[in-house]
């Protein structure tokens, strides 16, 4: 009986070390998911400020009134986009050395910085009515999913994506969040943002985030 009592509190044990140790390399990822998902939620939010696309989110809710509508059409497109930005971004880091990734994070920080400075305009010219055919939602993903090639988020994408290859699939979530964060309000104010808030004083706070962004990426160990 009492071999059989120190056999059931052994297997007990090895049970328990097992878990303490599934529980101490879940706890670290759990919180590096986290920060990278924080960290690409922060940077795209703050890179969409003043952006082309944010412009084009107050341009279409004032031209079509539906702002649910857009605004679903706005979340399709850009994670379609960001996962082939993210998707590109991890497999550039299978060919570059680490410390070459963080420096790239580094000036990619700096020039999307110097860049948000720089405002942004969108075309209302003509694709307006060719576009219509399209309804709503079609011409609002097909406009935003091109507006995001080469833009900054995408870019910013790309460089998270590369430097956090593991947890590729939450720097797009995260990268799609925070442009939602930026672009949804927007739908919503119109064009009373620009009435009450000066843009240009938002993308200096802006520019001056991503100048933080690239300090603290370098002092990185």
Request: with cysteine; hydrophobic share 55%; charged share 20%.
């Amino acid at each position: 009986m009492s071999l059989c009592c120190d056999g059931v509190r052994q297997e007990g044990t090895r049970r328990a070390g097992f878990s303490d140790r599934r529980d101490a390399v879940q706890t670290p990822l759990m919180f590096e998911i986290f920060q990278t998902t924080l960290l690409s939620t922060g940077v795209v939010a703050a890179a969409e400020i003043g952006d082309k696309t944010m412009l084009l989110a107050v341009f279409l809710a004032a031209r079509f009134r539906k702002p649910w509508t857009i605004i679903l059409g706005i979340f399709v497109a850009t994670f379609l986009n960001h996962v082939i930005a993210g998707a590109l971004g991890a497999t550039l880091a299978n060919f570059i050395s680490a410390d070459l990734l963080r420096w790239i994070l580094i000036v990619s920080f700096i020039a999307m910085g110097i860049w948000i400075l720089i405002p942004d305009k969108i075309d209302e010219g003509g694709n307006d009515d060719r576009l219509r055919r399209f309804g709503v939602f079609g011409t609002t993903v097909i406009l935003f999913f091109i507006a995001e090639v080469g833009d900054k988020t995408q870019v910013a994408t790309v460089a998270l994506a590369a430097r956090y290859p593991a947890e590729a699939f939450w720097v797009v979530c995260g990268t799609t969040l925070g442009l939602m964060i930026a672009d949804a309000p927007a739908v919503f104010i119109g064009n009373k943002l620009a009435e009450k808030i000066s843009m240009k004083l938002m993308r200096q706070i802006a520019a001056a985030v991503f100048f933080i962004l690239a300090v603290v990426a370098y002092l990185e160990a």
